[in-house]
């Protein structure tokens, strides 16, 4: 069965049924010529553990989908990539709060990328496959969700960008929704004001019902019957747990210090399991966190949060800038009890990732990279490589402060931001974005202006500033909002309700707007415009262009000429296909020096115009002197001084370093030289 509509001036079609018939759930996605397949199955088993839904979302892009050959020794996909990993988060964010919290199943949601044209994104056809094949399996769903990308180019919005489309656009918001809202908002955009952004959902809601609707086309002829979930009734433990712990509970909920306060906690939940048999330690740990969920919820909405604020009150904030002797640029930025240092290290063209992607390769010159480490919420763990969460945070703060960021012209270093954080109770991501703006200013970037995040909340119709860790968990929404004085450079959305309206997204966005404007005046106040210089630790670089034609005069046979200036200069020199020769060195002097030596390599001689040479050659007639790198010209004897010169060897020596002038270029390249002429 296939169904299909017109969506951003081309067909979005999904058929079911002929692909992947042994998982729960499956179907085909394809728009343009990328095509995707989903999939969805579930366990016959049930889990004993509660109070987390057991949902894995896997989004893997094959390389034939784009004719291509994995590169490495193994010739095969191997680990998933960044890219890889963004989509699996998108397709897990807006579904996860759309399945029963009764669901003791593992459920496993795979899109697999098996045409790519090189023009369509894949990560929205992956969320919207994920959506149809959970729709039609027998795994209870409140769903269908659709999912669309929305850009604005030329003052008009774009539905469904393309991949050049999107280089050039000053919003890239992917919205993902129910019939009733918006479940998920993943946005960069060039300073925009909040007025577009809600333009551009309110277009995005649209698209969304469109293809809602053509999910449910499908969903009314394949759909499968639900299996059915019967919860188990705990009354007696749940009654037995609130009557040992509420009172306690509600006291340390007003502890305002996470630390003390979760000691505390910690304490009851254990004197709680002392009450009941081993067995039933899952069941116990569910109950007395829907027991914290539900004094959390009503303090605030009595009007007292945790630690003590008003809804819309930020916590107090600290900076800190140049912290680090040896670094390129330090900042620490302290908000509450999240704390993020953040470093810039300043490299060179040999220092850019290099990204093989579906869609072709490319190179970055700015990364940021987000570690949340154990220790900074006070728990002992094993220490992996990068998670999910720190992939994800880390490209939010990116895109966030990629748009301020000066052009490679005026800047051409690479740059590498790390965020470690040292403490967190909520918003270390946008910690992450103020702390790493601040260190960039330190670093001497010519950053444009400092950039600021917010993370705003929700309690039922109760919209909350700068949330910490336990708003965050049991609220109903954790919505990043960062940006400039001018405008939002990055949005982030997700909810754990059906959705979210777009009048309450408004709303939180012009209270992010005020608390915004507060961020960045104490961000001003400790450092406001970069430093005039670069560390003197970090590499100096230059950028030069020759034409094209003398690249191959720079470089020479196997290399051999830009190897002498190196050996000469001491400096690195690239040079690329653009002729953009880059040059880079530990001191200023060797960059000079590099930068000297190669203009002279390509210059062209010009007549009138008066060189130092070095004489390589003397004649009875006259002496040849080399006045630029391999190009030599000819000193007539008449011509090296004003008086009768009986001999050349009377007035030059081999190796001599000689001032002269180009009197002439005959019609064979010769070039004639003049010592007379400025003496």
Known sequence: MEKEIELGNRQLSIATGDMAFQADGSCLVKYGDTVVLSTACFSRRESDFMGFIPLTCDYRERAYAAGKIPGGFFKREGRPTEKEILSSRLMDRPIRPLLSEHLRREVQLISTVLSQDGINDADILGVIGASLSLAISPIPFTGPVGAVRIGRLNGEFVINPSFGELAESELNLVAVGTKKGIT????????????LIIEALRLAEGEIEKIIELQERIISVNGKEKISLSPESYDDIEKKI??????????????????ER?????????????????????????????????IVRENIKSGMRIDGRKSADLRNITCEVGILPRTHGSAIFRRGETQALCTVTLGTMADEQRIEALEGQSFKSFMLHYNF?????????RMFNPGRREIGHGALAEKAISTVLPPQEIFPYTIRIVSDILASNGSSSMATVCGGALALMDAGVPLKCNVAGIAMGLIDDIILTDITGEEDHYGDMDFKVVGTLDGITALQLDIKKESIDIQTLSDALAKAKETRMEILKVMNSSISSPREEISQYAPKLRVISVPKEKIGQVIGP?????????????????????????ISGETKESVELAEKLVKQLVEEVEVGKVYLGTVKRILPFGAFV???PGKDGMIHISQLAHHRVKSVEDELKIGEEVKCKVIGIDEQGRVQLSKKAVE
């Open 184 to 195: 998920t908002i993943e946005a960069g955009a060039h300073e925009l004001k909040e007025s």
């Open 242 to 259: 609130r009557e040992i712990a509420r009172g306690n509970l509600e006291k340390l909920l007003k502890i305002p210090v996470k630390k």
């Open 626 to 628: 080399e006045i630029l």
């Open 262 to 294: 979760s000691e505390k906690i910690n304490a009851l939940i254990t004197e709680v399991k002392e009450e009941f048999d081993e067995e039933y330690e899952n069941i116990v740990n569910y109950l007395f966190d829907k027991l914290e969920s539900e």
């Open 558 to 582: 196997g290399g051999k000429v830009i190897r002498n200036l190196c050996e000469e200069s001491g400096a690195n020199i690239e040079i690329n296909d653009e002729g953009k020769v880059f």
């Open 373 to 381: 480490p154990p220790f900074s919420v006070g728990e002992v763990k």
